[in-house]
């Protein structure tokens, strides 16, 4: 109709839409880490950018050794295509250290790579994540570690940030899993 081919009605007018019901699954930090200590080392580097960074796994896929610059990790979001600077420090330093000094066959440019140096599939990931929760009994997928990124941070604006939301509404839907308040203190 917008573009001028058809006078009809919208033939979706007055359809009710399924209701979505967001995730409420929420990782604990000692599920995480049973998860992480099954995993291979391409598995944990891969599970750990992605808690810490707070992207989805297509974005921690394509994260480059070349994307890192004056102390930043450079991401253009895949979804949103929405690019981000990430400050390298902390944690986040000592993980990328370990990647970028790991021995291999061949070096590539990926953060996330094989042992040849290529850059790790979805579904070599997919793989490797699947066995290490069998084997734990892991009842959470890979993409409940960006909600545990948002979940575990100090603030709903700290975790929108991270996300690369543009509406704290978006964050505190889907990601946000349980805020973390304090108990009263009576005296």
Same mark, same amino acid.
């Given at each position: =109709?917008?573009?001028?081919?058809? +006078?009809?009605?919208?033939?979706? @007018? ?8 967001? =995730?409420? !699954?929420?990782? /604990? ?23 810490? /960074? ?8 394509n994260m480059r050794i070349t994307d890192i610059a004056d102390g930043y990790?450079?991401?253009? $979001?895949?979804?949103?295509?929405k690019p981000m600077r990430i400050k390298i420090e902390g944690e986040l ?8 000094? !790991? +021995? ?11 042992? @040849?140096?290529?850059?790790? @599939? ?5 793989? !490797? ?13 890979? $993409?409940?570690?960006?909600?545990? %990124?948002? %979940?575990? %941070?100090?603030?709903? /604006?700290?975790?929108?940030? !991270?996300?690369?939301?543009?509406? +704290?509404? /978006? @964050?505190?839907?889907?990601y946000r899993r349980g805020e973390k308040v304090s108990p009263l203190k009576?005296?």
């Amino acid at each position: =109709r917008e573009q001028g081919y058809t +006078s009809k009605s919208n033939p979706t @007018t007055g359809i009710k839409r399924n209701p979505e019901k967001p =995730r409420e !699954r929420y990782v /604990t930090d000692e599920e995480y880490q049973a998860v992480w200590d099954k995993a291979d080392a391409i598995l944990q580097d891969a599970m750990d950018l992605a808690l810490l /960074t707070g992207q989805r796994k297509g974005d921690v896929l394509n994260m480059r050794i070349t994307d890192i610059a004056d102390g930043y990790l450079f991401v253009r $979001q895949g979804k949103t295509n929405k690019p981000m600077r990430i400050k390298i420090e902390g944690e986040l330093a000592e993980v990328i250290e370990r990647i970028k000094s !790991r +021995s291999r066959k061949a070096y590539g440019n990926w953060l996330i790579q094989t042992d @040849t140096g290529q850059r790790v @599939t979805h579904e070599m990931l997919r793989g !490797r994540s699947d066995k290490a929760r069998k084997e734990v009994g892991a009842d959470w997928t890979f $993409q409940d570690i960006r909600a545990k %990124s948002a %979940s575990d %941070s100090d603030g709903l /604006t700290e975790a929108q940030e !991270r996300l690369g939301h543009e509406d +704290s509404r /978006t @964050t505190r839907r889907h990601y946000r899993r349980g805020e973390k308040v304090s108990p009263l203190k009576r005296k």
